[in-house]
């Protein structure tokens, strides 16, 4: 058993993490770079969007619309942290906009940032910070109740994968699941 979702969100910090030819070409996953520990060179990128575009993959760049624009990605990635309005003029140029929120606060600015997703996290317990706090399904679904455009981001494992059906959001998005083989990532390619 599967929780089967329209899309699959992978985050990841390195275009080495994941490997495009796994990947099935049902144009359903969304990939968002995070360049924030170290960028890759820009020609790697530009061959990793060309790709991502010929599998049908959607990609992203968080935080960087220059960026974005030289490589003609499918839309920016806002994180929680970016607390920035400049990038709504982008949306009327048919320039998709992903955010990242972990509470009401954060969710309302980024739908003042005209973002058309918002991955809140935490959905459950995470392994790098078992202290830290989490959603939990409730009060995840209660949330989508306001905000339709929400998907779950954060400690998704093959474990508890399956408590996503209960969960009536369009997608998922998995971050360390990425990196650690064969855990979600084998579920899902």
Do not use: W
């Given at each position: 058993?599967?929780?089967?979702?329209?899309?699959?969100?992978?985050?990841?910090?390195?275009?080495?993490?994941?490997?495009?030819?796994?990947?099935?070409?049902?144009?359903?996953?969304?990939?968002?770079?995070r360049?924030?520990?170290?960028?890759?060179?820009?020609?790697?990128?530009?061959?990793?969007?060309?790709?991502?575009?010929?599998?049908?993959?959607?990609?992203?760049?968080a935080n960087?619309?220059?960026?974005?624009?030289?490589?003609?990605?499918?839309?920016?990635?806002?994180?929680?942290?970016?607390?920035?309005?400049?990038?709504?003029?982008?949306?009327?140029?048919?320039?998709?906009?992903?955010?990242?929120?972990?509470?009401?606060?954060?969710?309302?600015?980024?739908?003042?940032?005209?973002?058309?997703?918002?991955?809140?996290?935490?959905?459950?317990?995470?392994?790098?910070?078992?202290?830290?706090?989490?959603?939990?399904?409730?009060?995840?679904?209660?949330?989508?109740?306001?905000?339709?455009?929400?998907?779950?981001?954060?400690?998704?494992?093959?474990?508890?994968?399956n408590?996503?059906?209960?969960?009536?959001?369009?997608?998922?998005?998995?971050?360390?699941?990425?990196?650690?083989?064969?855990?979600?990532?084998?579920?899902?390619?």
């Open positions: 058993m599967f929780a089967f979702k329209k899309k699959y969100f992978l985050i990841i910090d390195n275009i080495r993490d994941i490997n495009l030819n796994e990947l099935k070409t049902y144009n359903k996953f969304y990939i968002i770079y360049n924030s520990i170290m960028p890759s060179k820009l020609e790697s990128l530009a061959d990793f969007r060309k790709k991502c575009k010929l599998k049908n993959i959607k990609f992203y760049i960087d619309f220059l960026l974005c624009n030289l490589l003609k990605t499918d839309g920016v990635y806002l994180s929680a942290s970016n607390k920035s309005l400049k990038f709504l003029n982008k949306k009327k140029n048919n320039f998709d906009i992903i955010g990242s929120a972990h509470n009401f606060k954060e969710i309302n600015l980024k739908i003042k940032q005209g973002c058309s997703e918002i991955l809140l996290s935490k959905l459950f317990r995470v392994d790098y910070d078992p202290s830290a706090k989490y959603l939990g399904l409730i009060k995840f679904n209660n949330y989508l109740k306001i905000y339709k455009k929400l998907i779950p981001l954060g400690g998704i494992k093959k474990s508890n994968i408590k996503l059906k209960i969960i009536p959001s369009d997608g998922f998005a998995v971050m360390s699941g990425v990196k650690k083989k064969p855990a979600i990532s084998s579920r899902l390619f």
